[in-house]
């Protein structure tokens, strides 16, 4: 019986705890206007069917949002992180005509603002980034996203540069248009900023050298134009820059040089001109180089590549490179993949190439290089097609103990190509070994090579008539 009572006294003390939880929820509420700019934030882009009825106590309680999160302030909640569209599996779905209505710029403790799918509406209704109140969340927000909204036009607002606060800033495959705010680059916090995927046009702003802490750079799949910055020197702790898929011009800055932890940097696809510049090599961290499909030109060997020890990835093709394959790039030791391909280099490709201890694709092809390939038949079993020295027409491979698999695709062997300019053909062999036959009888016949006078004169007309009759007889 005792024990009894005691479970009845443990129940009712949990009992009561469990009220006293629901009296603190209840004594810090959703405060009303918080509750109602937000209501009316979702109602814009989802549609007015939903208006929260079924959350319990509020939109922070038992039964959240998908997508909210809340905070206390001051002993009352309020939203903190607002992501639109399809983030979760049970996430509001935008509706078919969602628009920004001004509540979203009341929830003014806002850190993480993000609109995913949300719009996709065609172009003959499109939506606009709101060009102002961005202030109002000026004092809060740290993180604001926009992916993979085609129906999203327009231009990124200037006012987007009054996020002081703001450490993410991501503008991802929409259908945004025009210049690239010069004011973003005063934003002092700021650590990513990627617009890829979009239709921006003109350069890249001089101001993003104030950008100190920023880490991760993205202005790839636009339409930028112009030369590179050599304000980007200024980017000191920037780890990633792609700037790839524009139509940027003019020579590499010697400025990228200063950016001694960058890890990536592709600058693939543009219009890239004057030559590779010789401050690549204080690029002491870069893992990544990627400069293909750039008119760059000139030597390669203007490098001194064995100083890029952590390369694990260098792209070089189509750039209209000259000379030949410098022997300090078989000096990278973690080099995985080396492109070369379709550019104006010659020479022999050394056999050191193969000893490099992660190489797993290795393109050559589409040069000038001549000469035998001294690479082992481990080697081509090794690579197989991830080997490309095709279109190198001096190029030739041993066929010693070499199966069908094995073999480099597009190169001849030097056999053949030994048989058409080094031996002679079949029917020289065959005329030559005529001569030789006609020597032979000549001498046979007591007719001497120099030999002059009467037999000088008859000789060979004799020696013939007897090879045909000894022809005619074999047949016979």
Known sequence: MKSFSWLIILGVCFVAAWHGEAGDTDEAPMEETERQALYSAIQGFVGNWWNGSDLYPDPCGWTP??????????GLWYVTTLNVGPVHENSLVCSANPVFTPHVFKLTHLKSLSFFGCFVSPPQNPIMIPPESWGNLAESLESLEF??????????????????????LVILENGLSGNVPPNIGSLPNLKRLVLVGNSLTGPIPDSFSGLSKLLILDLSSNSLSGPLTSALGGLTSLLKLDLSNNLLEGKLPMELGKLKNLTLLDLRNNKLSGGLTQSLESMCSLQELILANNPIGRDLRILEWEKLQGLVTLDLSQMGLTGDIPESISKLKKLRFLGLSNNHLSGHI??????????????????????????????????????????????????????????????????????????PSSEAKLGAGRVEQNVHFMTSLGCSRHGGGYYGLWCPFLVEIVMLLLIVLKRY
């Open 65 to 74: 949002i998908q997508g909210v999160s809340c905070d206390l302030f001051d």
């Open 350 to 423: 050394s056999p050191e190439l193969a000893t490099l201890p992660s190489i797993n694709a290795l393109y050559v092809n589409g040069n000038n290089f001549t000469g035998e390939l001294k690479f082992s038949k481990w080697f081509y079993g090794k690579m197989q097609r991830r080997f490309g020295a095709w279109d190198n027409p001096g190029l030739c491979y041993r066929t010693e103990s070499l199966s069908t698999s094995h073999k480099p695709l597009g190169v001849k062997p030097c056999q053949e190509q030994g048989n058409v300019v080094n031996e």
């Open 147 to 168: 992916r993979s909204n085609p129906g999203l036009v327009g231009q990124i607002p200037s006012c987007f540069g009054q996020l002081v606060n703001l450490q993410s």
